[in-house]
């Protein structure tokens, strides 16, 4: 069931036009987003009861997370494959992977990917919300399980609980007066509704499902820091947008006012903790129909 109004082609174009636009941009910030990742992380391997020797599918690894970290839970014995749209992000996953070998990256989409082997777990984190074809994608990973497997996946809670993905995107719609993504569209905070979460997962032939929360302790040194993060990873429409307000996107007086919202964070010190909510949705596969 693709999103009404989406073109799934011209979705999935725009995706991996904007990870590899910012896979860089990421890689400077990996250690950063990760003090609040791998809990998140380590939350999706309890739930998926990841031990030694399994099969681990991982889905929009990204820079490669879960991934690694799955690797290292499965063992010599084991073994993780790990897919994403982006070549550009996956470069620079296998560059992170130098020297481990029970890992393998490969470029696919998350509806398409084709394996003649079974997993014992699909993991994803933060990556099904982008999706133009959810529940059909959702299907076609349920098929890769064996009978008994499990699915754990990350999404993002609502934009006012997840201040670390959501902070700059609320300045900058106030700053352009208008909406930064329609409602219902993929993007980072479609999937924030636990009832949606557990419908979507059971329409796609999941069982035993549930959805939990999770929160992810990120934190940065400074308001000026969140401004340059924010600024590194700015997806590509959004960058076209501010060119065509501002006529160019790096403009001083636009990140100065994501720093002086994210000051409004900072605890005596000047920190600045920006706590988001995930929902961990989990669900287990039943058979092969």
Same mark, same amino acid.
């Given at each position: 069931?693709?999103?009404?109004? $989406?073109? %799934?082609?011209?979705?999935?174009? $725009?995706?991996?036009?904007?990870?590899?636009?910012?896979?860089?941009?990421? &890689?400077?910030? +990996?250690?950063?987003?990760?003090? *609040?990742?791998?809990?998140?992380?380590?939350?999706?391997?309890?739930?998926?009861?990841?031990?030694? *020797? +399994?099969?681990?599918?991982?889905?929009?690894?990204?820079?490669?997370? =879960?991934?690694?970290?799955?690797?290292?839970?499965?063992?010599?014995?084991?073994?993780?494959? %790990?897919?994403?749209?982006?070549?550009? &992000?996956?470069?620079?996953?296998?560059?992170?992977?130098?020297?481990?070998?029970?890992?393998?990256?490969?470029?696919?989409?998350?509806?398409?990917?084709?394996?003649?082997?079974?997993?014992?777990?699909?993991?994803?984190?933060? /990556?099904?919300?982008?999706? =133009?074809?959810?529940?059909? %994608?959702?299907?076609?990973?349920?098929?890769?399980?064996? =009978?008994g497997g499990v699915l754990a996946?990350?999404?993002?809670?609502?934009?006012?609980?997840?201040?670390?993905?959501?902070?700059?995107? +609320?300045?900058?719609?106030e700053l352009m007066e208008c909406?930064?993504?329609?409602?219902? +569209?993929?993007? =980072?905070?479609?999937?924030?509704?636990?009832?949606?979460?557990?419908?979507?997962?059971?329409?796609?032939?999941?069982?035993?499902?549930?959805?939990?929360?999770?929160?992810?302790?990120?934190?940065?040194?400074?308001?000026?820091?969140?401004?340059?993060?924010?600024?590194?990873?700015?997806?590509?429409?959004?960058?076209? &947008?501010?060119?065509?307000?501002?006529?160019? %996107?790096?403009?001083?007086?636009?990140?100065?006012?994501?720093?002086?919202?994210?000051?409004?964070?900072?605890?005596?010190?000047?920190?600045?903790?920006?706590?988001?909510?995930?929902? /961990?949705? /989990?669900?287990?596969? /039943?058979?092969?129909?």
């Open positions: 069931m693709t999103v009404p109004g $989406v073109d %799934a082609a011209t979705t999935r174009a $725009v995706l991996r036009e904007h990870w590899d636009s910012v896979s860089a941009g990421w &890689m400077r910030w +990996q250690d950063t987003f990760e003090r *609040g990742g791998a809990i998140v992380t380590a939350r999706l391997l309890a739930l998926g009861g990841v031990h030694f *020797g +399994q099969r681990v599918l991982d889905v929009g690894t990204g820079l490669g997370e =879960p991934a690694l970290t799955a690797a290292r839970a499965v063992g010599p014995e084991g073994r993780v494959v %790990a897919i994403d749209v982006s070549d550009g &992000m996956l470069a620079l996953a296998r560059q992170r992977a130098a020297g481990v070998s029970n890992v393998h990256f490969v470029q696919a989409d998350p509806e398409t990917f084709h394996s003649d082997e079974r997993f014992d777990v699909v993991l994803s984190r933060w /990556c099904l919300m982008f999706l =133009p074809d959810r529940v059909g %994608a959702l299907r076609a990973l349920r098929r890769l399980l064996v =009978p996946a990350a999404v993002w809670g609502h934009a006012s609980q997840a201040p670390m993905i959501s902070l700059a995107f +609320q300045v900058l719609a909406p930064v993504a329609p409602p219902r +569209q993929p993007g =980072p905070f479609v999937l924030a509704d636990p009832d949606r979460c557990r419908a979507e997962l059971v329409a796609a032939g999941f069982a035993g499902v549930s959805v939990v929360e999770a929160a992810a302790p990120f934190w940065v040194c400074s308001a000026d820091e969140y401004a340059d993060y924010a600024r590194d990873v700015l997806p590509a429409p959004l960058r076209t &947008m501010l060119c065509e307000w501002y006529g160019s %996107a790096d403009e001083a007086p636009i990140w100065q006012a994501v720093a002086r919202r994210a000051a409004t964070y900072a605890t005596p010190d000047g920190r600045i903790p920006l706590t988001s909510t995930s929902l /961990c949705l /989990c669900g287990t596969a /039943c058979g092969d129909g």
